[in-house]
């Protein structure tokens, strides 16, 4: 049976899909994170990472309560159509990534390797956690993974170039 598509004039329903990202078809996860680059970008520019830092843990409270709605109108747990755990992880990597265009699509392809295989604890949290906070925490913590990736990366290439 298809999932329910609800309406995104419900402000759960516009958050949790990252207004209506989440429905576009062929992995709507990696969908999720490419619309997260450019922002992150341009938070970090207008205001640092202090910036993308408070954007990221206002974000992660707003996807716990978006998740929450999207999955009890939808009758779904962690559906491929929220998205909005996969902006704040993208962001996590973003914090530890130089502003640059090619350090930006390396966060991308280290988020997205990391949000599919689901490395430990991320898969553990993926399973063992309920509700809004479960679909946004291993979200978070293969954004803390890659955000770690990203930092040795940037110092072996440092100590190289």
């Not at 962690?78 to 902006?87: F, L, N, P, Q, Y």
């Not at 809004?132 to 100590?159: K, R, W």
């Amino acid at each position: 049976m298809p999932e329910i598509r609800p309406s995104l004039t419900d402000p759960g329903i516009m958050i949790a899909t990252v207004g209506g990202i989440g429905w576009l078809p062929w992995a709507p996860g990696t969908w999720g994170s490419l619309a997260a680059v450019p922002v992150g970008w341009i938070l970090i520019e207008a205001g640092g990472a202090v910036t993308l830092v408070v954007c990221c843990a206002g974000l992660f409270l707003l996807g716990m309560w978006a998740c929450d709605r999207h999955a009890a109108i939808t009758g779904t747990h962690d559906s491929g159509a929220c998205v909005i755990d996969e902006v704040a992880g993208q962001w996590v990597v973003l914090l530890a990534t130089p502003l640059d265009p090619a350090a930006y699509a390396a966060a991308f392809i280290v988020f997205r390797l990391l949000d599919i295989l689901k490395p430990w604890p991320a898969n553990w949290a993926d399973r063992s956690v309920g509700g809004g906070f479960g679909v946004m925490l291993d979200d978070l913590i293969a954004g803390l993974q890659g955000a770690a990736i990203m930092l040795i990366g940037t110092a072996v290439f440092s100590a190289l170039a």
